[in-house]
């Protein structure tokens, strides 16, 4: 029978196959194994005589520790898939085998594959499987961030670059290769993430770096914003990132020759102290990132514990403050998008916490389940007053229905008649800030 081939290789990988051992010993393949790589094997399984039995792949080696790398319940007449790998500490040679003592007389096993990554294809590995998962479920994706302008946060080899021009090559060639993969995928791009407290590129390529960089990925995904990403740009009244500066950067990079067309796109990180927001100067510096028109996103929100952990209510003082700041955010009518810096304590976050090492929602998640609910559209079904209206063409029923506030969004509007069971009509209907204060739906049924 032919089976299917278990890995697929993409560019870049290398594939070793390994033969099944035809003999009366277990089944065994001696391979070498290079230190810091990560290897995923396969093989489709058979028992022979057997009816079910647990078998595994292991690994041994003389410099090298056993363990197991995989294991499946094969069955005697049908084939199971076993998948699993190893990370090995150490550059040998290692025999990978059946374990439970099975000699290749009581089991069948083929297409092996034990397959190479390094670390940055592993990493992309990863990338692919969340962009499907991503697109799977219609999650938005903002991409952050194309370049960074602090030179702290260079990979190692860019730093060493010192001739403008191959730091250029280099940068064109990042952003079109990470741009061009993702064009129409994401709702929006971190051009240049904190081109205002730092200035790599443009030490490097010139004053101009930035809009040269912006006007580039325009025309490579022209289509969604292209936005700057700062600090300190909500939560204090002065500094390098004040609203004043984010404007005045985003007006200069669209003003540069050629980029007029550029849709911009204002991002404020929001890193709050555990103090009293000042809402206020919040509301004020978000007016002023907002006067241009493009839309601003809070991309970064959180807070520490405050010192004085003193409860409100039945809340701590932190959850106050940042449900204070939330509101006041998705209030704005500039204000487009609202990204938490935040998560379960078990990936690392150690400020906003939204669920502890079990799991289970802390105050903070509490809160954010709180307000997604709050501020999400309900279902809701709005009956129709009707009255008869007379001319001199023709009798027609015209119906008025209240007024309905909606948020803003994409929504699905069904009509349905009750007297009249099978007889429908539905329509999309987008509400947006600049749809206006009132909209009038007016729809005909002709019966």
Request: net charge neutral; with cysteine; hydrophobic share 35%.
């Given at each position: ?5 278990t890995?697929?290789t ?10 099944e ?6 089944v065994?393949?001696r391979v070498s ?10 093989a ?7 009816k079910?039995?647990?078998?595994r792949?292991t ?9 197991d ?10 084939w ?6 190893f990370?090995v500490n150490?550059?040998?040679?290692v ?7 099975l ?13 190479r990554?390094n670390k ?7 990338d ?7 697109e ?8 952050h ?12 080899w860019?730093?060493?670059?010192t001739?403008?021009e191959?730091?250029?090559?280099v940068?064109l ?5 990470i741009?061009?993969?993702?064009k ?16 790599y590129y443009?030490d490097?390529?010139g004053k101009?770096a930035?809009?040269?960089?912006y006007?580039l990925?325009?025309k ?5 914003p292209?936005?700057?990403n700062?600090?300190?740009?909500i939560?204090y009244?002065?500094g390098?990132?004040?609203?004043i500066?984010v ?5 200069e ?13 204002i ?9 009293q927001?000042?809402?206020p ?9 907002g006067?241009?028109?493009?839309p601003?996103?809070l ?6 514990k405050c010192p004085d ?14 449900e204070?700041?939330?509101?006041e955010a ?6 487009e998008?609202?990204?938490?810096y935040a998560?379960p ?5 150690n ?5 502890d ?7 903070a998640?509490d809160l954010?389940?709180?307000l ?10 709005i009956?129709v ?5 007379n001319d001199?063409?023709q009798?027609?029923?015209i119906g008025?229905?209240?007024?309905v506030s909606l948020?803003?969004?994409h929504?699905t ?8 069971k ?13 749809s206006?204060?009132?909209?009038v ?7």
């Amino acid at each position: 029978m032919e089976l299917p081939q278990t890995i697929n290789t993409g560019e870049g990988f290398q594939e070793l196959k390994i033969k099944e051992n035809k003999g009366n010993g277990k089944v065994v393949e001696r391979v070498s194994l290079q230190k810091g790589n990560v290897y995923s094997i396969s093989a489709w399984i058979k028992l022979r005589n057997e009816k079910e039995r647990a078998v595994r792949i292991t690994l041994r080696g003389k410099n090298v520790r056993y363990f197991d790398g995989g294991q499946v319940m094969a069955k005697k007449g049908c084939w199971s898939l076993l998948k699993g790998g190893f990370i090995v500490n150490v550059s040998a040679p290692v025999d990978i085998s059946s374990s439970d003592g099975l000699a290749a007389a009581e089991i069948n096993v083929q297409n092996v594959r034990l397959q190479r990554f390094n670390k940055t294809q592993w990493r992309l590995q990863q990338d692919q499987v969340i962009e499907k998962l991503a697109e799977k479920n219609k999650v938005l994706v903002k991409g952050h961030t194309v370049l960074w302008d602090d030179k702290k946060w260079q990979p190692i080899w860019v730093k060493s670059i010192t001739d403008p021009e191959g730091l250029r090559n280099v940068t064109l060639n990042r952003i079109n290769s990470i741009m061009r993969r993702y064009k129409g995928r994401l709702i929006g791009w971190d051009v240049m993430n904190e081109n205002l407290h730092y200035s790599y590129y443009e030490d490097m390529l010139g004053k101009n770096a930035s809009a040269m960089i912006y006007s580039l990925a325009s025309k490579i995904d022209p289509n969604v914003p292209l936005f700057i990403n700062e600090y300190n740009t909500i939560e204090y009244a002065k500094g390098v990132g004040s609203p004043i500066n984010v404007k005045n950067k985003m007006e200069e990079i669209v003003s540069y020759p050629g980029n007029m067309n550029i849709k911009g796109g204002i991002g404020a990180q929001a890193h709050f102290v555990p103090a009293q927001p000042n809402l206020p100067y919040m509301r004020s510096a978000l007016d002023t990132l907002g006067s241009l028109g493009f839309p601003v996103w809070l991309t970064e929100v959180d807070m520490p514990k405050c010192p004085d952990q003193a409860s409100h209510g039945s809340v701590s003082v932190m959850v106050k403050y940042m449900e204070e700041v939330l509101r006041e955010a998705y209030s704005h009518p500039g204000v487009e998008g609202i990204i938490l810096y935040a998560g379960p304590e078990m990936s690392g976050f150690n400020k906003l916490t939204l669920a502890d090492k079990d799991f289970n929602n802390t105050e903070a998640g509490d809160l954010t389940d709180k307000l997604l609910q709050e501020w999400q559209q309900e279902p809701a079904e709005i009956p129709v007053k009707y009255h008869e209206h007379n001319d001199e063409e023709q009798s027609r029923i015209i119906g008025f229905s209240p007024e309905v506030s909606l948020l803003h969004g994409h929504y699905t509007v069904i009509v349905t008649n009750p007297w009249m069971k099978n007889l429908s009509t539905s329509f999309r209907l987008e509400v947006t800030k600049e749809s206006g204060h009132l909209q009038v739906v007016q729809f005909e049924l002709d019966v």
